[in-house]
């Protein structure tokens, strides 16, 4: 089982470009959810995709925006990049139950870590 | 809305000490409560998780962590730490609904002495 895949693993950017970051899910798994890591914090959730629809979103601006394919696999974009916005960028991933018991637990992948300069 | 409050952002012990990792949360619905653990330049690796069966939890590595409402804590505790322990460890709150997120705490790093 492959688990969580991410790529690239590192990026370097600069500010005003934008980024795009891949996310292939564990065998068996529907939901896929983004978080951004910031030096010495916590992830901090960015949105959650399931059935190739945004469910819930964090406090992120309209800059970040996803997209999740039929495969499952999930994609964050992030224009106009900002200094702000270098980080780990995890995403994680989980199957999605009916009811209150659904994504408890989730997989995380080994991160992207962007840079802008 | 739920929150997460890890106390102590660094902690020290020597090889074979106790480890006592604090988290103290806040839910607006019975809480599901995990520990995730991060080594240097990887990702998220869950180690324990409390979702309303026992308030006791074993996890992997010989971790394990006691869900107290009264107090509204979640610690994680290790009888015996080795080297390998050393890392950051997150305590999360999920959201409470089938698309409930996770609000991570800002994390305390664990280093081990010999």
């Known amino acids: 089982d492959a688990g969580v895949t991410q790529s690239p693993t590192h990026l370097i950017k600069t500010r005003g470009q934008q980024v795009t970051l891949r996310c292939s899910p564990k065998s068996g798994h529907d939901t896929v959810s983004w978080y951004q890591q910031a030096l010495g914090q916590g992830p901090q959730f960015i949105f959650q995709y399931y059935e190739e629809e945004e469910r819930q979103r964090g406090n992120f601006p309209d800059r970040f925006s996803g997209h999740q394919f039929p495969n499952y696999s999930s994609e964050l974009n992030v224009n106009a990049l900002l200094l702000g916005d270098s980080a780990l960028y995890l995403c994680?991933?989980?199957?999605?139950?009916?009811?209150?018991?659904?994504?408890?637990?989730?997989?995380f992948g080994q991160g992207t870590r962007l840079t802008v300069v | 809305a739920q929150s997460v409050t890890q106390l102590g952002s660094h902690v020290s012990v020597s090889e074979g000490a106790l480890v006592l990792l604090r988290c103290n949360y806040s839910?607006?619905?019975?809480?599901?409560l995990f520990w995730y653990v991060q080594y240097p330049n990887q990702g998220l690796q869950l180690l324990l998780k409390y979702t309303s069966a026992a308030t006791l939890v074993k996890g992997i590595n010989g971790f394990e962590a006691e869900f107290k409402k009264s107090e509204t804590s979640f610690h994680l505790t290790k009888p015996s730490a080795h080297m390998s322990d050393a890392a950051e460890y997150f305590c999360a709150v999920h959201g409470g609904t089938s698309y409930g997120k996770l609000t991570f705490g800002q994390g305390t790093i664990l280093t081990v002495h010999p």
């Open positions: 839910s607006s619905v019975p809480p599901y």
């Open positions: 994680a991933s989980s199957y999605r139950h009916t009811g209150r018991l659904g994504n408890t637990e989730a997989f």
